[in-house]
């Protein structure tokens, strides 16, 4: 046990997470860009922290307020529904600036203290579909892959420092943040080109399916997280939820 500092807590994928690392007795640095919006239950093992992951200056102060760091989980991202056509270089920044380029800001910020250490974990959040091209996501799945990619690679380049780099591919969650989001904009066009409405309305229609069958929860990215955090022989790049494991095995 130590301490975790996990990025995105104020909701799904990482407030349970958050929940899941007290519950095994570990003293928990919660992070959100808003820490008045937290519903985590207070604890003597827990700080909540503001953290922007775009802006350097916030990601200097709270690992600075957190500490020795132990274990890292980039949860932090954003969703993204749109055909690439329909999606205006603005925006595909944006995606990259927070789903990548955060990510990587927080490692460099926390690296030098696990090196110096000789220990320590770092867990990415990235997301089943990577195994899968799906229409429509294609700027945020390749925000993901990119994320992935990075990480294998860096896990090469710190497991002889003492410390191991992994990620968490959670499938479909219908109950997320992400998911609603998608619901939402759908439902009122976000933009879509015309050329692409049937597409869109498919995949809709793929989402609203997914709550009917076995899809990934909360708990299970949760838990996979711990696992990448705390098992030296967890795999490289571990699918979290019984569909992202499925797409997995199809891979």
């Known amino acids: 046990m130590g301490t975790v500092l996990i990025t995105g807590c104020s909701t799904g994928f990482g407030r349970e997470t958050a929940l899941h690392f007290l519950n095994q007795g570990w003293t928990v640095v919660a992070t959100m860009r808003n820490p008045a919006a937290s519903t985590l239950p207070p604890s003597e093992r827990l700080r909540v922290l503001p953290l922007d992951v775009t802006d350097p200056d916030s990601i200097a102060a709270a690992v600075a307020m957190a500490g020795p760091v132990d274990v890292l989980v980039n949860n932090a991202g954003i969703g993204w529904f749109n055909a690439l056509e329909g999606t205006s270089l603005g925006a595909a920044r944006r995606i990259f600036e927070t789903n990548l380029f955060g990510a990587i800001a927080m490692m460099q910020a926390v690296l030098p203290g696990m090196r110096e250490r000789a220990s320590g974990a770092i867990v990415n959040v990235g997301s089943s579909v990577i195994y899968m091209p799906l229409p429509m996501l294609s700027v945020y799945r390749a925000s993901k892959a990119a994320l992935t990619a990075l990480t294998e690679s860096m ?97």
């Open 155 to 251: 896990a090469l380049e710190l497991a002889p420092l003492g410390i191991r780099a992994r990620v968490v591919a959670p499938g479909m969650a219908p109950d997320t943040a992400f998911a609603a989001t998608t619901t939402n904009e759908l439902a009122v066009g976000a933009g879509i080109p015309e050329a692409y409405a049937d597409q869109a309305q498919q995949m809709f229609a793929q989402f609203e399916a997914a709550g009917s069958g076995e899809i990934t929860t909360a708990r299970d990215v949760a838990e996979a997280v711990f696992r990448a955090a705390t098992e030296a022989d967890c795999p490289a790049v571990l699918p979290a939820g019984p569909d992202a494991i499925a797409w997995s095995q199809q891979h």
